[in-house]
């Protein structure tokens, strides 16, 4: 428990400038590339070594690996539907009500098992960490989120320009090596249409969803004891 | 242990791990034309050797539009370089910023390529067995969840089976469908949910609580497998030393700069190749050896 809290320091502190400082120094034009791959995957290792070094309930695994596998069934079952997909909205559900660790695994496991399964790329550290901060920023809100339905969409519309704003940060760094704005409000022009699908679909998914979900998962927590 | 039928993906995880993590770290961080077509090439022909016909079509289809438009799109946005060709809303489209639009559409698809590489040469068990190693607990996860999709595909079937033979299944408008759907969407994860923790509660009473258990693995660590990840190590220390003697240096602007040709500069070219063109070398000594043991029946 010791060890892995001083890992998780020892990653932040010290991996993340080291990082940065080295993709300064050594990558002359693919440095802003180089450093913010390297930034997403160290920020999503601390998460993945307290779940390991922690002692998880058997229930919240299993729990976690079921939520996992919605959000990737949903992936199959609305296959006919280009970007329309429930992902987003199982992994704000599951922040919601089962709590910030949980909900930033959810995310990015999400993100890593649509990679097995669809493809991997360069684009799914990416596609981790933005997930994972889904989940984790839900957890954070819960309190709101789980009372009031107009932040809860409003929330899952936003999480959706997000994710879409990251992921073509990460396109213009690939394509220039530094930050273009022109091509960056390029990209983000273009993606229009499906930020857009992404955002109406999260927001339909959670209005539909958010509430049977989440009264299944506090009567499962009531009649387990979580 | 080879479901594929690639040659490639016999190897143990690690050394196949090993091998792609090497080969896209230089791919992602030369601008070097020759390394970058060397890799490009390596990616084309082993997934060329691999794919069937129709996955070579839909490849096709995909890669070659997204080619022309990286590699078109770059002097639209970039505008540094020397040598003017014309001029366009007053700004100029450069010599250099064409040819440096061509080397990232190059780099790109040699990435997405190897990417596409890795994906068919590591199944999803052997992506396990590497997570196992470092994290025992993830790889649970991980594996539950893979085995979780096809059961909520059944059980999804299953439900609106029973719905539509009780009668509750209904698609007369696009409401009543939505409707029947959600239902068994609600049943759905009602019954996933208590699947889960029975799951839980049998894993616990089988020990899984209990410490000192590891994952296990079918992989074993072979000669073979020590041979490849040696060789993968030393074609990587041998381009990596180029990197470092500044021989894979490549600039576009603000002129092109001039392929090196020197001693040095080529056997880090020879060294990039054999490491990308590695996994079709293995996939055609597969086909020779077997059309030649074919010969002698």
């Known amino acids: 428990m010791k060890k892995t809290q001083i890992l998780k320091y020892l990653i932040l502190l010290v991996c993340v400038p080291a990082a940065v400082l080295l993709g300064a120094l050594v990558f002359d034009d693919r440095k802003y590339i180089f450093v913010s791959a390297c930034v997403a995957v160290l920020s999503c290792v601390p998460f993945f070594m307290s779940f390991e070094g922690k002692k998880t309930s058997t229930k919240r695994l299993v729990l976690l690996a079921v939520m996992v596998a919605f959000s990737v069934a949903g992936r199959y079952i609305f296959a006919f539907l280009p970007h329309f997909k429930p992902v987003t909205a199982i992994v704000v559900i599951t922040g919601i009500y089962l709590g910030s660790e949980i909900g930033f695994l959810c995310g990015a496991l999400s993100a890593l098992i649509s990679g097995f399964i669809f493809g991997l790329g360069p684009w799914t550290p990416f596609q981790m960490f933005a997930w994972g901060l889904i989940g984790l920023l839900s957890a954070l809100l819960s309190a709101i989120l789980k009372k009031n339905k107009i932040a809860l969409c409003t929330f899952g519309a936003l999480s959706g320009v997000l994710y879409s704003l990251l992921l073509d940060v990460v396109s213009t760094l690939w394509y220039d090596g530094a930050f273009n704005l022109s091509r960056y409000l390029a990209l983000f022009v273009t993606a229009l249409p499906v930020t857009a699908v992404y955002a109406v679909s999260n927001v339909i998914f959670l209005f539909l969803l958010a509430k049977p979900m989440g009264e299944k998962l506090e009567r499962i927590k009531i009649k387990y004891g979580l | ?297």
Request: hydrophobic share 55%.
């Open chain 2, 1 to 297: 242990m080879n479901k594929n039928g690639i040659a490639f993906s016999r190897f143990h995880p690690v050394s196949l791990f090993c091998y792609f993590l090497l080969l896209l770290l230089f791919t992602v961080f030369t601008q070097n034309p020759v390394l970058l077509t060397l890799a490009l090439l390596g990616a084309l022909l082993f997934n060329a050797a691999t794919n069937t016909a129709r996955q070579t079509l839909a490849d096709i289809k995909f890669y070659v539009p997204m080619f022309l438009l990286v590699a078109l799109v770059n002097p639209l946005f970039s505008h540094s370089g020397a040598t003017p060709l014309f001029f366009m809303n007053d700004n100029p489209v450069t010599l250099e910023a064409v040819l440096c639009g061509v080397n990232i559409a190059v780099q790109l698809c040699a990435v997405m390529l190897a990417c596409k590489a890795f994906s068919k040469v590591m199944e999803s068990d052997k992506l396990l067995a590497l997570f196992g190693k470092v994290s025992p607990k993830l790889a649970v996860v991980l594996s539950m969840a893979l085995r979780f999709i096809p059961l909520l595909k059944r059980k999804w079937g299953e439900i609106s089976e029973a719905q539509k033979a009780l009668g509750y299944f209904r698609e007369e408008s696009v409401f009543s469908r939505l409707a029947s759907y959600a239902r068994v969407f609600s049943a759905l994860v009602t019954w996933a949910l208590e699947n889960a923790v029975d799951t839980s509660a049998s894993m616990s009473a089988r020990g899984y609580e209990l410490a000192g258990k590891k994952h296990f693995s079918l992989f074993r660590f072979t000669r073979g497998d020590g041979i490849m990840l040696a060789l993968t190590v030393a074609l990587s220390a041998v381009t990596l030393a180029g990197f470092l003697l500044g021989k894979a240096d490549f600039a576009f602007y603000p002129r092109v700069s001039t392929v090196n040709t020197d001693i040095f500069s080529i056997i880090t070219y020879a060294a990039f190749g054999i490491l990308s063109l590695l996994p079709f070398i293995f996939e055609v000594k597969e086909v020779l050896k077997w059309k030649y043991l074919r010969s002698k029946i």
